[in-house]
């Protein structure tokens, strides 16, 4: 073929050859949660599933991986193909401080962000008929009883159980520490009065508070939330404990980027959703969409507080 021809042909080819992904997907996705059915956590996953079933046009299957405060999930999500089918829904802080407080089979480099959807401050809940109807009480009780008054969290190294570390610290007190594999089993605990108080996202313990069941004492976010404006801040309350669990959508390392822009673009179509957005009002889910670059950005700037904390304060029971 002469030169000139070869250089005509050449760009059409190009423009013949279909946009990458665009077949994408073409078989059902996998989504890993690292976490118990019923908690919050399990709870976000599924609506995003759903929602993200219309975008891809394929079934978006949850995988309930719990164990070892998400070390299980997160392992299996870092080690499976990286082709896009198999994502997860990844928290902080466990995400990042696990491989800070063992030897983990991840760290953040075996994962490529997705997105950030939600970002959940903590919170301390009792039951309403409980004693402990501020941070105040509960220090006195505390302090008369030393490491009697029992708290559940959601494992080790969790925003959870990092906050319920801060404010003994602060306080000047020792709580009795019970970790489960989910937020779901605190809240069962706390209702079945195995624990006085669950360490727990906001959203996770918000209907029960609005039914009555649950009372919040105070929440952990910078400023209070607005699905419960009327619960004050530790802040507030004089202690600097600001804690919360950011979660959003990750893949294995070396996801094409072609298909990093299709999962990050349907994700953030499912966030503008106003169906989306009213099932996350139900559910009291504060929304923080981040795409891939400033969700990592956030991710390893969290990494870099939590090595500073663990070399100040080791978190081990």
């Known amino acids: 073929m002469p ?170 007190i020792r709580l009795l520490h019970i970790p489960y594999a989910g937020s779901a089993q605190v809240k069962q605990a706390l209702i079945g009065k195995t624990i006085e108080i669950a360490s727990m996202n906001v959203a996770e313990g918000v209907q029960e508070s609005r039914q009555g069941l649950l009372r919040m004492v105070a929440q952990m976010g910078e400023r209070r939330t607005e699905v419960a404006l009327e619960i004050p801040t530790f802040r507030e309350a004089g202690f600097d404990v600001v804690e919360g669990s950011m979660r959003g959508l990750a893949a294995p390392t070396g996801l094409p980027p072609a298909v990093l822009q299709r999962l990050s673009l349907a994700v953030d179509r499912v966030v503008q959703d106003p169906e989306f957005q009213m099932s996350a009002s139900q559910q009291a889910l504060p929304l923080r969409f981040l795409g891939p670059e400033a969700y990592l950005a956030e991710l390893t700037a969290l990494r870099d507080k939590y090595q500073a904390l663990w070399s100040a304060h080791p978190w081990r029971e």
């Open 3 to 172: 030169k000139r021809r070869a250089l005509l042909v050449a760009p059409a080819l190009l423009l013949a050859r279909p946009a990458p992904a665009a077949d994408w997907p073409d078989r059902p996705l996998t989504m890993i949660v690292a976490f118990a059915p019923g908690g919050g956590t399990d709870l976000a996953a599924r609506t995003i599933a759903r929602f993200l079933e219309r975008d891809l046009g394929q079934p978006v299957v949850v995988n309930n991986r719990p164990g070892a405060g998400g070390e299980i999930g997160f392992g299996e999500l870092a080690r499976a193909r990286p082709d896009g089918l198999t994502i997860g829904f990844i928290n902080t802080p466990h995400i990042v401080t696990l491989p800070i407080e063992r030897r983990t089979r991840f760290r953040l480099e075996d994962f490529t962000p997705i997105a950030n959807i939600v970002d959940d401050p903590g919170a301390f809940y009792v039951l309403t008929d409980s004693p402990y109807r501020s941070l105040a009480d509960l220090i006195t009780a505390a302090r008369a009883r030393p490491e009697s008054i029992s708290y559940g969290s959601t494992g080790i190294g969790s925003d959870d159980h990092l906050a319920v570390l801060a404010f003994e610290r602060q306080a000047g």
